[in-house]
């Protein structure tokens, strides 16, 4: 990718897991004109390779924490694992990249003996102190006998004993045996959905004048602009249906841009939904790049489980401008707790 439309600095959250997007994502959209559907079914819909599988288990952490399940996915393999629960309500815990965190309550963790830092908002009443603890297991301390390890082991057997309910995924493939079968996981696999619109098509491209002049204010008219219209389309909206007559007192929105320079034409949605690992997305953009004829557009967006994500990028959204070969656009949205 030659470059990126910002005018300030690179973004921080960019097409590669390394630059921002590294928690497992919910949801995966992709949106393109129907014409390009057939490229995308034989390139990449038919690629079995692509098939994106994941786990529901039940396990006390414990069990995360012992025998070959932790050697072979933890220490050897590569695996993401989270808990059930939303952050400052419940304790959970994940896994990824080898690193251990914990969101729990102040009576867990005074009970656990663990050493972490406080997390959530702070000074606000009615609010319970709550606190993140993080461990890396992969490093050479994290072996049974050593002193840091077996506090978490005994915090495991005495306050973090309770059987929860995890989503599992091996981004390196399953041993034989497999140490997670004998906790009975259940399988899923998320299947692409697509879904059609005959859509009234704004003008996407970047205006050269902002791209001459290096205009801030006009940069961020066209990015929220854009970024509404694929929002819409996202959810299916009738407002960006060709003929839409929605009484302006119940919606005031309009497709921008002059009505002269819109379009129609017939979009197509893709859709995943389940435990997908932010390499497989990073992936699958790069496949849209290499297979997609350079001057088409097309818009991948990438939403992860916010309730984890705190202080980390909510949603995601990258597109490639029409007739704009090498320019591209990333919309981050943050989160909030």
Same mark, same amino acid.
């Given at each position: 990718m030659s470059r990126y439309v910002w005018l300030d600095e690179p973004p921080k959250c960019g097409p590669t897991p390394?630059?921002?997007?590294?928690?497992?994502? @919910?949801?995966?959209?992709?949106?393109?004109?129907?014409?390009?559907?057939?490229?995308?079914? /034989?390139?990449?819909? &038919?690629?079995?390779?692509?098939?994106?599988?994941?786990?529901? #288990?039940?396990?006390?952490?414990?069990?995360?924490? /012992?025998?070959? $399940?932790?050697?072979?996915?933890?220490?050897?393999g590569n695996i993401m694992m989270l808990s059930e629960g939303k952050v400052g309500i419940n304790n959970v $815990? =994940?896994?990824?990249?080898?690193?251990?965190?914990? %969101?729990? &309550?102040?009576?867990?963790?005074?009970?656990?003996?663990?050493?972490?830092?406080?997390?959530? +908002?702070?000074?606000?009443?009615?609010?319970?102190? *709550?606190?993140? #603890?993080? %461990?890396?297991?992969? =490093?050479?301390? +994290?072996?049974?006998g050593k002193k840091g390890f077996d506090r978490l082991v005994y915090a495991c057997k005495n306050a973090l004993n309770a059987p929860t309910t995890w989503l599992f995924c091996s981004l390196?493939?399953?041993?034989? !045996?497999?140490?997670?079968a004998k906790h009975f996981p259940t399988k899923y696999t998320s299947k692409p959905v697509m =879904?059609?619109?005959?859509?009234? @098509? !704004?003008?996407?491209? @970047?205006?050269?004048? @902002?791209?001459?002049?290096?205009? *801030?204010? &006009?940069? &961020?008219?066209?990015?929220? /602009?854009?970024?509404?219209?694929?929002?819409?389309v996202r959810l299916e909206s009738p407002r960006v249906e060709v003929g839409d007559t929605i009484d302006p007192y119940l919606s005031s929105y309009v497709v921008p841009g002059d009505a002269s320079e819109h379009q129609k034409g017939e979009l197509c949605k893709i859709s995943w939904r389940g435990f997908i690992p932010p390499r497989w997305a990073a992936d699958t953009l790069a496949?849209?790049?290499n297979t997609l004829p350079q001057k088409t557009w097309f818009s991948i967006s990438a939403t992860p489980f916010t309730s984890v994500t705190i202080g980390h990028g909510a949603d995601c959204t990258f597109m490639r401008p029409p007739s704009s070969p090498g320019e591209y656009v990333l919309w981050e949205i943050k989160g909030h707790e």
């Open positions: 390394d630059q921002g997007q590294t928690m497992e994502h @919910i949801a995966v959209d992709l949106i393109l004109p129907a014409e390009l559907l057939q490229l995308v079914q /034989e390139k990449l819909l &038919d690629d079995e390779t692509r098939v994106l599988q994941y786990h529901r #288990v039940i396990m006390t952490l414990g069990q995360v924490l /012992e025998g070959d $399940f932790f050697t072979q996915y933890i220490k050897i $815990f =994940s896994i990824k990249n080898g690193t251990l965190t914990m %969101y729990i &309550d102040k009576e867990t963790y005074e009970r656990a003996g663990l050493v972490g830092k406080p997390h959530g +908002a702070k000074g606000g009443r009615g609010t319970k102190p *709550r606190w993140v #603890v993080e %461990y890396d297991l992969r =490093s050479p301390a +994290a072996l049974h390196s493939g399953a041993p034989n !045996p497999d140490p997670l =879904s059609k619109i005959e859509a009234t @098509i !704004p003008p996407l491209a @970047i205006p050269p004048a @902002i791209l001459k002049d290096g205009n *801030r204010e &006009d940069l &961020d008219e066209y990015a929220t /602009e854009a970024y509404e219209w694929l929002s819409l496949a849209l790049i």
